[in-house]
């Protein structure tokens, strides 16, 4: 199983001392942040894309890139991509770069984005958000796995003779994941691609999760892709963790009181009953943390939601490391004594070379 | 007999309030009516003061929490609704429209539903007729023709006899025979999907 965290990349006024970081700041600490979750021993780093303020991280590629020179084990990943309003030629064409110089540490999640204005913004409508979802990723499909692609669709210029470059380092495509809260449609597309689909689990409540995840894995067996437990799935998790838990509730109370998204709203004991949300002990965490197997059946990628709210960045290290060093340990023994044989891991590049490799030899 | 459910929400906000008061004369004067028609109503009612909280969260959050959810899915599951707000500055008061605000747009499409009023004079009666009924219409509700309005005065008369006693049995009937009219009410999975992929993919 993987475990790594997820940034929004926002940039938030820290409310005990009422400063708020620059965006240079908050963008040599992400790179800081990523550095740190390999040193940890986390497996997965994954960034969102937003082009709005108060967020920075509008080129996720571009800082994947710069942290993939730095790091030598971690994968990187987006939290999500825009499949709607990014032209699928230019996705096919980054990511494809950024797997070269990471030697195939890149896989991406693709979603649909949190806000209306973004659409109009690179020439959309909003309210074809599915149908730009479903044509764009099918063109995207195509471009990392045909050399030369004609394609007309209803969104974008047609392609004549196209080849999309680089290609996919030893031709094979990054893994997808589809990220979504709420839209059965994703679910679908994910399990119709036999791709992996990943639930944010962290702003609705569990049995919402369930329901979706539930959905993937059924649809998943009905595409021939496999079982319903050997389906691809990744859970969001938001935690806070001291080594007595009262300190930790004591610390992060003014932090989610005024969180972008759902503070000024509800009480943090009413969200951490409502929703994964778990502040408190390493201990606490844990259990917490394999409890989501039981609605979710086994599962391949567990991403935590740590620098945000305006947390500063000494905290989101020690979080890191109590996460790195007293969590991750246990949650990666516990769940593998847990999982069945036949339930795969998530794929990798090497993995996926290794079985493309596997295949060759037989058919030769 | 026919089993059925009807759904009364009252967003008075005292304790006791008037508009619970009217809420419940009305709900008794529905299952009266129904069983009339050889119809067995099961009464839930939601105060929305007890769910006041919750909705301002689901506001602010995008779900609701459980004790709401469990409203919400009551009245996107019942047969008839009976929708009862005290009138605050010319219109129903601000949590009344929260809850209707959270409501799924399409849980109220051709139920019956009865919108009744409280107030301190009858000055606000039309209330009913500008703010509430328009705004089940837009929901596709199927409000009966009869509202349902009472002031202060009317606590006051003889309720056995008085004008607003015609008015809760007139319109529980006509919202009985809405009911009877009508096959039981059926809720769409939000999961379940309507289009196979290969059509989204065309």
């Given at each position: 199983?993987?475990?790594?965290?997820?940034?929004?990349?926002?940039?938030?006024?820290?409310?005990?001392?009422?400063?708020?970081?620059?965006?240079?700041?908050?963008?040599?600490?992400?790179?800081?942040?990523?550095?740190?979750?390999?040193?940890?021993?986390?497996?997965?780093?994954?960034?969102?894309?937003?082009?709005?303020?108060?967020?920075?991280?509008?080129?996720?590629?571009?800082?994947?890139?710069?942290?993939?020179?730095?790091?030598?084990?971690?994968?990187?990943?987006?939290?999500?991509?825009?499949?709607?309003?990014?032209?699928?030629?230019?996705?096919?064409?980054?990511?494809?770069?950024?797997?070269?110089?990471?030697?195939?540490?890149?896989?991406?999640?693709?979603?649909?984005?949190?806000?209306?204005?973004?659409?109009?913004?690179?020439?959309?409508?909003?309210?074809?958000?599915?149908?730009?979802?479903?044509?764009?990723?099918?063109?995207?499909?195509?471009?990392?796995?045909?050399?030369?692609?004609?394609?007309?669709?209803?969104?974008?210029?047609?392609?004549?003779?196209?080849?999309?470059?680089?290609?996919?380092?030893?031709?094979?495509?990054?893994?997808?994941?589809?990220?979504?809260?709420?839209?059965?449609?994703?679910?679908?597309?994910?399990?119709?691609?036999?791709?992996?689909?990943?639930?944010?689990?962290?702003?609705?409540?569990?049995?919402?999760?369930?329901?979706?995840?539930?959905?993937?894995?059924?649809?998943?067996?009905?595409?021939?892709?496999?079982?319903?437990?050997?389906?691809?799935?990744?859970?969001?998790?938001?935690?806070?963790?001291?080594?007595?838990?009262?300190?930790?509730?004591?610390?992060?109370?003014?932090?989610?009181?005024?969180?972008?998204?759902?503070?000024?709203?509800?009480?943090?004991?009413?969200?951490?009953?409502?929703?994964?949300?778990?502040?408190?002990?390493?201990?606490?965490?844990?259990?917490?943390?394999?409890?989501?197997?039981?609605?979710?059946?086994?599962?391949?990628?567990?991403?935590?939601?740590?620098?945000?709210?305006?947390?500063?960045?000494?905290?989101?290290?020690?979080?890191?490391?109590?996460?790195?060093?007293?969590?991750?340990?246990?949650?990666?023994?516990?769940?593998?004594?847990?999982?069945?044989?036949?339930?795969?891991?998530?794929?990798?590049?090497?993995?996926?070379?290794?079985?493309?490799?596997?295949?060759?030899?037989?058919?030769? | 007999?026919?089993?059925?459910?009807l759904?009364v929400v009252a967003a008075g906000l005292s304790q006791p309030s008037s508009t619970r008061l009217l809420a419940d004369q009305l709900s008794a004067a529905a299952v009266t009516a129904?069983?009339?028609?050889?119809?067995?109503?099961?009464v839930?009612t939601i105060e929305l003061r007890d769910l006041a909280?919750?909705?301002?969260?689901?506001?602010?959050?995008?779900?609701?929490?459980?004790?709401?959810?469990?409203?919400?899915?009551?009245?996107?599951?019942?047969?008839?609704v009976i929708a009862v707000s005290p009138i605050f500055t010319a219109s129903y008061s601000g949590l009344f429209k929260s809850f209707f605000?959270?409501?799924?747009?399409?849980?109220?499409?051709?139920?019956?539903v009865l919108i009744a009023a409280t107030a301190g004079t009858a000055r606000h009666s039309l209330a009913l007729e500008h703010a509430l009924r328009p705004l089940f219409?837009?929901?596709?509700?199927?409000v009966v023709p009869t509202s349902v309005f009472a002031a202060t005065d009317d606590w006051g008369a003889d309720s056995a006899e008085g004008f607003l006693q015609s008015r809760i049995t007139r319109a529980a009937a006509e919202l009985?025979?809405?009911?009877?009219?009508?096959?039981?009410?059926?809720?769409?999975?939000?999961?379940?999907?309507?289009?196979?992929?290969?059509?989204?993919?065309?």
């Amino acid at each position: 199983m993987q475990f790594g965290i997820f940034s929004v990349s926002d940039v938030t006024t820290d409310p005990t001392t009422g400063r708020t970081p620059t965006e240079h700041e908050r963008i040599k600490d992400i790179v800081t942040i990523a550095k740190h979750a390999e040193e940890v021993g986390l497996d997965v780093f994954a960034l969102g894309e937003h082009h709005n303020e108060p967020f920075f991280s509008s080129s996720p590629t571009t800082t994947l890139a710069y942290i993939a020179a730095q790091t030598d084990k971690l994968l990187l990943s987006t939290a999500t991509t825009l499949i709607t309003t990014n032209d699928p030629v230019k996705i096919a064409e980054d990511f494809a770069m950024l797997q070269h110089l990471s030697s195939g540490r890149v896989d991406l999640m693709m979603g649909r984005g949190n806000t209306g204005p973004v659409y109009p913004w690179f020439g959309k409508d909003i309210r074809a958000g599915i149908p730009l979802a479903i044509e764009n990723y099918a063109l995207l499909h195509k471009l990392w796995r045909e050399h030369v692609v004609d394609w007309q669709g209803k969104f974008r210029t047609p392609l004549q003779s196209f080849t999309s470059t680089p290609r996919p380092l030893d031709e094979i495509p990054p893994f997808v994941w589809h990220g979504s809260i709420r839209s059965p449609e994703i679910a679908e597309q994910a399990a119709f691609y036999g791709d992996g689909f990943f639930a944010n689990h962290i702003f609705w409540p569990a049995s919402h999760t369930q329901r979706m995840i539930e959905l993937y894995r059924q649809r998943f067996a009905h595409y021939g892709h496999g079982d319903p437990d050997q389906a691809i799935v990744g859970l969001g998790g938001q935690v806070f963790m001291r080594k007595n838990s009262q300190d930790a509730v004591k610390e992060f109370r003014p932090y989610f009181d005024n969180a972008p998204v759902y503070g000024h709203g509800p009480s943090m004991e009413d969200f951490t009953r409502e929703t994964p949300l778990t502040v408190g002990s390493p201990q606490q965490v844990i259990d917490r943390t394999l409890g989501f197997r039981d609605y979710v059946g086994d599962y391949q990628r567990q991403l935590f939601l740590m620098d945000h709210a305006g947390l500063p960045l000494k905290t989101v290290l020690e979080q890191l490391d109590i996460l790195g060093d007293e969590v991750v340990p246990v949650l990666r023994k516990e769940f593998a004594a847990l999982k069945p044989a036949h339930v795969p891991d998530a794929p990798t590049h090497a993995s996926l070379l290794a079985a493309k490799t596997a295949k060759e030899k037989v058919s030769a | 007999m026919k089993q059925r459910t009807l759904v009364v929400v009252a967003a008075g906000l005292s304790q006791p309030s008037s508009t619970r008061l009217l809420a419940d004369q009305l709900s008794a004067a529905a299952v009266t009516a129904a069983a009339e028609r050889g119809i067995e109503l099961h009464v839930t009612t939601i105060e929305l003061r007890d769910l006041a909280h919750d909705i301002t969260n689901h506001l602010l959050t995008g779900f609701p929490p459980g004790a709401l959810k469990q409203a919400l899915d009551a009245v996107a599951g019942a047969d008839a609704v009976i929708a009862v707000s005290p009138i605050f500055t010319a219109s129903y008061s601000g949590l009344f429209k929260s809850f209707f605000d959270v409501v799924d747009k399409d849980a109220l499409v051709d139920k019956p539903v009865l919108i009744a009023a409280t107030a301190g004079t009858a000055r606000h009666s039309l209330a009913l007729e500008h703010a509430l009924r328009p705004l089940f219409a837009y929901l596709r509700a199927v409000v009966v023709p009869t509202s349902v309005f009472a002031a202060t005065d009317d606590w006051g008369a003889d309720s056995a006899e008085g004008f607003l006693q015609s008015r809760i049995t007139r319109a529980a009937a006509e919202l009985a025979t809405e009911v009877d009219r009508r096959e039981a009410a059926t809720v769409t999975d939000p999961f379940a999907l309507t289009v196979s992929f290969e059509d989204l993919l065309k």
